[in-house]
């Protein structure tokens, strides 16, 4: 008889299947923890045959089936192991070793995850950053010392890698050198860099954190998993911090699973004009959400201290100019056009022009269609 496989093995190889979601995967779980034998339930055909995966698989039950026992047939579960560790892709499963303990006790945990980097970072205070992808140049800039802030007091940015403000939160945690790890959670396969934008980000975020999955290699990033993503960034979080969502935002289903679980929930609160904003006003209005007006109210719900972020809150931006910084003080915290900022200022076009260009390229306000946002005020 040939040596027997691994958990992992007959983990990986379910993740293959057709259909096979992280529902469905927990269904068949359940009804039979051994991997090894829900493996050979598939195998022949009638895995619906228990009542709780053909509840799992709906209206699929009547095809899923044959569908999985036909493909199974062809999967090799020790081949499909040995090609994500090939690929530089560990593989753990809920109940081993291996398996991250900050999940183990979820009320859906992933029964098998992969990951790139460094799993032991999960270790150690951990905040998830989210909102939407369409967000203002103040959000963005928000989410990034957001990121920064907390990774300087070592804690570890949780978030999706979407664009917006999930990529710009751990922008931030990542210029911090030695800072707390970040962690993603994508909803693709670790070879399936979604999206294409950050591929940089994607391998940094590798290199010095931690990027999970539930999808195997090759997987494509389908939105039915973005949703079950959600889930596993909020049951990793001791915190969620929402920066900006519409009311209908996406972000909104991290809130929720965060809600099932227990984990607090904080918003930043916007202009009551802004669509973006309107998710994050609505969280606070309804007092499903505390307010978060930066890194400092996350660290205090977390009950860790400030004075990191005290010693390491040097703004790597320039400072302003004298006549940068009357621009940035003739802003309030409302866009503005060119010659508002002109007339406010009593600079000369050309100067308020100039000033503006500098201050866009450091970082201190955003553009867009003409108007000037400012994302940040310098300490003085």
């Known amino acids: 008889m040939g040596e027997a496989l691994p958990p992992e093995a007959h983990g990986a190889a379910l993740c293959t299947l057709p259909g096979m979601g992280p529902a469905r995967l927990v269904a068949v779980a359940r009804a039979w923890p051994d991997l090894a034998e829900a493996w050979g339930r598939v195998l022949d055909g009638r895995i619906a045959d228990e009542p709780t995966v053909a509840v799992a698989l709906g209206r699929s039950a009547r095809y899923l089936p044959g569908a999985w026992a036909a493909a199974a047939r062809r999967i090799e579960p020790g081949e499909v192991l040995d090609r994500h560790r090939s690929a530089g892709v560990g ?13 183990a006790g979820d009320v859906e945990p992933p029964v098998v995850l992969f990951h790139r980097g460094r799993p032991d970072v999960l270790a150690g205070p951990r905040v998830a950053v989210v909102g939407t992808r369409d967000c203002t140049g103040y959000g963005r800039q928000l989410a990034r010392r957001l990121g920064r802030d907390l990774a300087v007091a070592g804690v570890r940015v949780v978030s999706g890698l979407a664009l917006g403000i999930d990529g710009a939160a751990h922008e931030g945690a990542l210029r911090v050198e030695g800072g707390g ?38 997987a494509a990033p389908e939105r039915w998993r973005f949703p079950s993503r959600n889930r596993v960034v909020a049951a990793l979080a001791d915190v969620v911090v929402v920066v900006e969502s519409p009311r209908r935002g996406g972000s909104l289903h991290t809130v929720d699973a965060a809600l099932e679980r227990d984990v607090p929930v904080l918003a930043v609160p916007g202009p009551v004009t802004s669509p973006t904003s309107a998710g ?3 969280l606070l209005a309804d007092a499903v959400a505390g307010v978060a007006r930066d890194a400092g109210d996350v660290l205090s719900l977390l009950g ?27 802003f309030g915290w409302q866009p503005a056009v060119l010659e508002q900022l002109a ?10 022009a100039e000033a503006l260009h500098a201050l866009e390229a450091a970082g201190w306000v955003a553009a867009s269609g003409g108007w000037y946002e400012r994302v940040a005020r310098p300490d003085r």
Do not use: I
């Open 280 to 282: 994050c006003n609505q």
């Open 343 to 352: 007339v406010r200022t009593a600079l000369g076009l050309g100067t308020v």
């Open 91 to 103: 593989v753990s499963v809920l109940g081993g070793a291996a398996y991250p303990e900050t999940l």
């Open 181 to 218: 790890p970040p962690v993603a959670v994508v909803g693709s396969g670790l070879d399936v860099v979604y999206p294409r934008a950050h591929g940089a980000l994607w391998a940094q975020v590798e290199e010095t954190g931690v990027v999970l999955s539930e999808a195997p290699l090759g």
């Open 304 to 330: 860790l201290s400030q004075a990191a972020v005290a010693r390491g809150g040097a703004d790597p931006r320039p400072s302003p100019t004298p006549d940068q910084a009357a621009v940035l003080d003739a």
